[in-house]
T-cell receptor
Framework: SAVISQKPSRDICQRGTSLTIQCQVD?????MFWYRQQPGQSLTLIAT?????????ESGFVIDKFPISRPNLTFSTLTVSNMSPEDSSIYLC???????????FGPGTRLTVT | GQNIDQPTEMTATEGAIVQINCTYQ??????LFWYQQHAGEAPTFLSY??LDGLEEKGRFSSFLSRSKGYSYLLLKELQMKDSASYLC???????????WGLGTSLAVNP
């Protein structure tokens, strides 16, 4: 299994600003994903972070709002741009390593936009 | 299309057995996953079934029937710490992207 850390663990941000969330994995992984989860709800996939190329976004999510970087096989960032209160949520990164299919999750970033 | 259903809430008693069902519809299938998520924490991987049958792992077992599009998670000898949300997910393609159910909130009572 992979051990995943995220920074920051939580933040309170003002409307109109941007926040970049970092995700670090302790080993090289094949795939990395970014999710959003509202309290009491299930996971919503934002995008697949592709190493060395543009992320693949799910329906309803666009690069201008959620730019993603993945410069190498162990690190990715998600930026939440021009934030509004509707962006308040928990943001989670996950990774799939080696030949496996199971995803392992970071501890999440709790974002509150005021 | 791709769809995945599981009960919203379940309640059980400490020491008992509970079965959480999950049904799915998909045009492609590469495995069925169960995750546990305690309130305020990230999901943790419990099990992965890709072939039909029962996989046992301590107090937790997971079953899959691909022909019926059906899986269940069986929790034995329930403990209070098993109170959590249990998420069913399936992998529908080769990109390792998961399709997630809405989760079943399990409350274990003394």
């Amino acid at each position: 299994s992979a051990v995943i850390s995220q920074k920051p663990s939580r933040d309170i941000c003002q409307r109109g600003t941007s926040l970049t969330i970092q995700c670090q994995v302790d080993s090289q992984v094949t795939m990395m994903f970014w999710y959003r989860q509202q309290p009491g709800q299930s996971l919503t996939l934002i995008a697949t972070a592709n190493q060395g190329s543009e992320a693949t976004y799910e329906s309803g999510f666009v690069i201008d709002k959620f730019p993603i970087s993945r410069p190498n096989l162990t690190f990715s960032t998600l930026t939440v741009s021009n934030m509004s209160p509707e962006d308040s949520s928990i943001y989670l990164c996950s990774a799939v390593g080696g030949g496996g299919y199971e995803q392992y999750f970071g501890p999440g970033t709790r974002l509150t936009v005021t | 299309g791709q769809n995945i259903d599981q009960p919203t809430e379940m309640t059980a008693t400490e020491g008992a057995i509970v079965q959480i069902n999950c049904t799915y519809q998909t045009s492609g299938f590469n495995g069925l996953f169960w995750y546990q998520q305690h309130a305020g924490e990230a999901p943790t991987f419990l099990s992965y079934n890709v072939l039909d049958g029962l996989e046992e792992k301590g107090r937790f077992s997971s079953f899959l029937s691909r022909s019926k599009g059906y899986s269940y998670l069986l929790l034995k000898e329930l403990q209070m710490k098993d109170s959590a949300s249990y998420l069913c997910a399936h992998n529908a393609g080769n990109n390792r992207k998961l399709i997630w159910g809405l989760g079943t909130s399990l409350a274990v009572n003394p």
